[in-house]
Each structure stands twice: as structure tokens, then as C-alpha cells.
């Protein structure tokens, strides 16, 4: 009886893994997806970045996916989980953004969100590795820099600003030494993001906390209160990262209304 009920158990499994890896390029794409409009939780990125990573394994020539996987990977272990994941997890999530990206960049050398979201996961590795690791490479964000600008310099709510002023924050010592950035250039940058897309909260966030060590609280606070005031949905694509934003700046205001 018992070989019988592992028999059934293993064939159940069999049968299970079948389905799941017996599904189409598309019907894969379609389950990621799914869960890629749900991407508030931990839990549905993890799983849409599961469907994604199967879609390219069928597909080794798509690119849209690749991005998209991209952008999941960097969402979930640079943002949303950030200050939740190990250090174990964030890193594999962030590799894997890489290697999507650069197997972008093997199809379409010059491909903007290849070259944006390989930045992005590269800078996360030094983050979640420490700062002062050695593994950032001016070299490879400059080049990136580049070939996302001369493709599409507004691409993601003027992310490549954005990059550039959250760099001048997260390492003022060494581009203030070095390249003489400050965080009034950090601003500038947030400014030219802003002009891109006004309605995308991570840009007024990261905004607020230069202008919180500048010590300049009013200006910090004129920026989370226009976030928690404006509603997630005016730029509809973004709504669920504008959410999360949302989030960062009530809990900031608090503490500067303290």
C-alpha cells in the first residue's frame, strides 16, 4: 500500500512538473505577466520572475521579456525588498537582472533598456555588497550613460538622471573629491527627471532625501507632500511603484514633522 501511495505521489509530481514546463512561450509570458500587474508583494514578483525566466529559456531571442524580466528582477531586490530580502537573495535577483540585460545587449548592442536596467542591477550589487566594495565601475556606467541617452535619453520617467543624482547621494565623498558633484548637481539632475515625468514618486522621493542633508527641510517636505497628495494612478504604468513611494514619504514626513 505504501509503494503504491509513493507511486501515486511521484506520478502526481511527474504530471505536475509536466504541466508547468509543458506550457507554450506565450502561455508563459501571459502567467508572468499576470503577475507582473501584481507586483506589490514579494510573493508575485518571485513568481513572475519565475514564468519570465522560463519564457526566455523557450525563447532565447526575445527581447521585450528579457527587459521586463530586467526590470522585475531590479524592482524586487533594489526596491521592494531592499530592506527586507538577505543579502543572499537580493544578489541572485540582481544578477539575474544582468544577465537579462546583457543577453539584450548580445541581440541589440545599443538597445537603451539593456543598457539602463544592466546599470541599475550592477550599481544594486555594489549597494547590497557595500559601497566601498570595489565592484562599481564608473567605466560601465558612462558607457551605459551613453547608449541610453543617444537612444532614448527620457527612457523610464528620465531614469538616467536619476541614476546619476541617486550616485552623488549614495558616494558624495568620492564625487565631490573627485568630480566635484555636489547635491545642488544631484537636484539639477532630479529637476531634468522631473521635466520628463513629474507623476513618477521615485524621482520627488530621492529628491527629498538630498534636500533632508542639505538640511533644507521645507523643500523636503514641499516633496513628499506633493506625492502622498497626488493620486498613484496619474501615470497609470507606475502606479504600484508610485504606491510604494507613497509609503517611503508619509513615513519620512513623520519624522520630519517630528
Not at 508583494?41 to 519565475?50: P, V
Not at 544578489?91 to 544577465?99: D, F, I, N, T, Y
Not at 550616485?167 to 558624495?172: F, S
Given at each position: ?62 527581447i521585450p521579456v528579457r527587459l521586463k524580466l530586467g526590470r522585475l528582477a531590479y524592482w ?183
Amino acid at each position: 500500500m505504501i509503494k503504491v501511495r509513493n507511486f501515486l505521489f511521484g506520478l502526481s509530481l511527474s504530471c505536475l512538473c509536466f504541466s508547468v514546463h509543458g506550457q507554450t512561450f506565450e502561455e508563459l509570458v501571459k502567467k508572468g505577466d499576470e503577475y507582473f500587474a501584481k507586483r506589490s508583494t514579494m510573493e508575485n514578483c518571485l513568481k513572475s520572475i519565475d514564468y519570465y525566466s522560463q519564457a526566455c529559456a523557450l525563447n532565447p531571442k526575445d527581447i521585450p521579456v528579457r527587459l521586463k524580466l530586467g526590470r522585475l528582477a531590479y524592482w524586487t531586490a533594489g526596491e521592494l525588498g531592499e530592506k527586507t530580502m538577505d543579502k543572499k537573495q537580493r544578489l541572485e535577483l540582481l544578477r539575474k537582472s544582468v544577465k537579462a540585460s546583457e543577453e539584450v545587449l548580445k541581440m541589440d548592442p545599443r538597445n537603451p533598456g539593456g543598457h539602463y536596467w544592466r546599470m541599475w542591477s550592477l550599481a544594486g550589487v555594489t549597494v547590497a555588497e557595500g559601497v566601498l566594495s570595489g565592484g562599481y565601475s564608473f567605466k560601465e556606467a558612462i558607457v551605459g550613460t551613453i547608449f541610453v541617452a543617444n537612444g532614448d535619453i527620457n527612457y523610464f520617467y528620465g531614469g538616467i538622471y536619476r541614476y546619476w543624482a541617486r550616485v552623488i547621494y549614495e558616494i558624495p565623498g568620492i564625487l565631490g573629491k573627485f568630480f566635484h558633484f555636489s547635491e545642488p548637481d544631484a537636484i539639477w539632475l532630479y529637476e531634468q527627471a522631473l521635466k520628463a515625468e513629474p507623476n513618477f514618486f521615485k524621482t520627488r522621493f530621492w529628491m527629498a532625501e538630498s534636500y533632508v542633508r542639505m538640511k533644507d527641510k521645507p523643500k523636503a517636505i514641499d516633496q513628499l507632500k506633493y506625492i502622498i497628495k497626488t493620486p498613484a494612478e496619474s501615470l497609470p504604468d507606475a502606479q504600484i511603484e508610485n504606491r510604494f513611494y507613497q509609503e517611503q514619504a508619509r513615513k519620512l514626513l513623520a519624522g520630519l514633522e517630528q
